[in-house]
């Protein structure tokens, strides 16, 4: 809310918050990647991290004096739990690997059965084909009186010709 | 007009003054736990009504699962069950002394391999869509490539990936990518006298990736604060951004080694127990998406996946930062896009 004769303090704030942010930005970038930050920095998390590890076994050591468990025991001990916690896991992936094969040789065997029921089906139709085949061909004995006697014999004939060879082949 | 604008900025002050912090809580959108392995566990966010394929999300080992449900209402996992996909995130749990051994192909092969074999059994169904976010983006890439994703004869049940904000060509990473250099980062001995890498230690080295940005944020807080959601969402990310985790030293000394050091997962060369990790050997379709104004995963970090993918990818950006990715509505927008296209 500026005036002619008040300035905007918010306006004013913002701007001079951004020259600040920008200026110390540029600052700190140089400091952050140039080599001698990097290289003292690594120099110094080197040395932590030594100084952490030495502390760490001197505070087992006095444990370890004092006959109380030290915090390799515990660690030891939570290690022992998670290779005994990941071999039931593994145990776990085995059941339910077999569970899918048993599920996968069950899809297999109700397939099979389906197919040999599709088979026997499919035989059953082809048999009552033939019956119904068999049924036309068939044709009563003849008598004397009955005048087809004649064509009667070239039927038996005819239903005796090997298969697959047409008649005068 | 003046003195209210002063009065809410002390209003605010009074407000920080009263460590909102402590008090925020992440992590309320109902769910239950479907699976455990040693500290890493699936958590399971169900929806009223399943109307859309389920998602498996694999969130970052140097954080908390709590980035995707910060607050109600800035829920990633909420609203991707309210528009009906049921959603597993696998959570890593805090890593402890007794964790600095394990190599990092334990995390990657095994652990993260059985709990997406055990969501996928939970969903009933025999593939699902995956998303990795951030450091669990880029041990999801290494798993799907060495699972072979998406080739015949493969039995990972992945269909599809979703990497959000997650760092591939690791020399494009900006300041951290300068930082973490063999001749300047002590790597051995950090991960000797520490065992594993602490989180503090993490927390200041993102800190100091920006300097300005502690200034930057109180500033925002003092120009918005008088918006309640505002508030809720600040307080959530700070108890967030507080709640580190420490990384397995093992783990760390080959991520840091392969990836910052040597940049294996583009040039190559990455030997990971005996088996070389090569992301072109996953054919899964990808999609990248990377965060507009991401300082510590810049957008070639993350896209650089189309090079090196074996299989389809699409790249995306949004707006936001690392963090701020997760707590708008344009993420689960593009989530839930990604599985109906």
Redesign the interface.
């Known amino acids: 809310?500026a005036t002619a004769t008040q300035p905007d303090?918010?306006k004013l704030g913002d701007e001079l918050?951004k020259h600040w942010?920008k200026a110390?930005?540029s600052w700190?970038d140089q400091v952050?990647?140039s080599?001698q930050f990097?290289?003292a920095?690594?120099?110094n998390?080197?040395h932590?991290?030594?100084?952490?590890?030495q502390y760490e076994r001197s505070v087992d050591d006095t444990m370890e004096r004092m006959h109380l468990p030290t915090?390799s025991d515990v660690?030891r001990v939570?290690?022992i739990a998670?290779m005994l916690?990941?071999r039931l896991?593994q145990q776990e992936?085995l059941v339910?690997g077999l569970k899918d094969q048993v599920v996968a040789m069950q899809k297999e065997a109700v397939q099979a059965r389906i197919e040999a029921a599709e088979a026997r089906i499919e035989l059953r139709e082809t048999l009552a084909a033939l019956r119904q085949e068999l049924g036309r061909l068939h044709v009563p004995a003849p008598t004397a009186s009955a005048p087809t006697a004649a064509t009667a014999p070239s039927a038996t004939a005819a239903e005796r010709a090997p298969r697959g060879k047409k008649a005068g082949a | 007009m003046m003195v209210a604008a002063i009065a809410e900025k002390v209003e605010t002050l009074r407000w920080l003054a009263a460590d909102p912090v402590a008090t925020a809580e992440t992590g309320r959108t109902p769910h239950r736990v479907v699976f455990r392995d040693h500290k890493a566990c699936v958590r399971y966010f169900a929806p009223a009504v399943a109307t859309r394929p389920p998602l498996f999300c694999v969130m970052p080992l140097i954080n908390t699962w709590t980035v995707f449900d910060l607050a109600p209402g800035r829920s990633v996992v909420e609203a991707l069950t309210a528009a009906g996909v049921p959603v597993y995130v696998l959570d890593w749990g805090r890593a402890g002394p007794e964790d600095a051994d394990t190599p990092m192909a334990h995390y990657v092969d095994t652990v993260l391999g059985r709990c997406l074999d055990r969501a996928v059994r939970h969903a009933g169904v025999e593939k699902i869509d995956v998303l990795g976010y951030c450091v669990g983006g880029t041990f999801l890439a290494v798993h799907l490539a060495r699972a072979g994703a998406g080739t015949e004869g493969s039995r990972c049940p992945v269909r599809r990936a979703f990497f959000l904000a997650t760092p591939i060509d690791f020399h494009q990473s900006g300041r951290l990518a300068r930082w973490a250099r063999p001749e300047s980062f002590p790597l051995d001995a950090i991960v000797d006298g520490f065992g594993n890498f602490p989180k503090e230690l993490m927390q200041d080295s993102f800190r100091w990736l920006r300097p300005t940005g502690v200034a930057a944020k109180y500033k925002s807080v003092l120009d918005r604060g008088g918006d309640p959601e505002f508030r809720r969402l600040w307080a959530a990310l700070e108890r967030w951004n507080g709640d580190g985790v420490d990384f397995p030293g093992a783990t760390y000394r080959e991520y840091v080694r392969q990836c910052y050091f040597d940049n294996a997962l583009v040039g190559g060369g990455w030997i990971m127990d005996g088996t070389p990790v090569t992301l072109a050997q996953a054919t899964v379709p990808a999609t990248t998406v990377a965060a507009s104004d991401d300082h510590i995963v810049p957008t070639a970090a993350a896209h650089a996946l189309r090079g090196v993918w074996g299989g389809p990818v699409t790249t995306r950006v949004l707006g936001g930062g690392h963090v701020g990715v997760c707590a708008g509505a344009k993420l689960p927008a593009a989530i839930v896009e990604w599985l109906d296209a």
């Open positions: 809310m303090i918010g918050y942010e110390m930005g700190w952050l990647e080599p990097l290289g920095m690594g120099k998390l080197e932590a991290a030594k100084a952490r590890g915090r660690v939570a290690k998670a916690e990941e896991l992936d339910l």
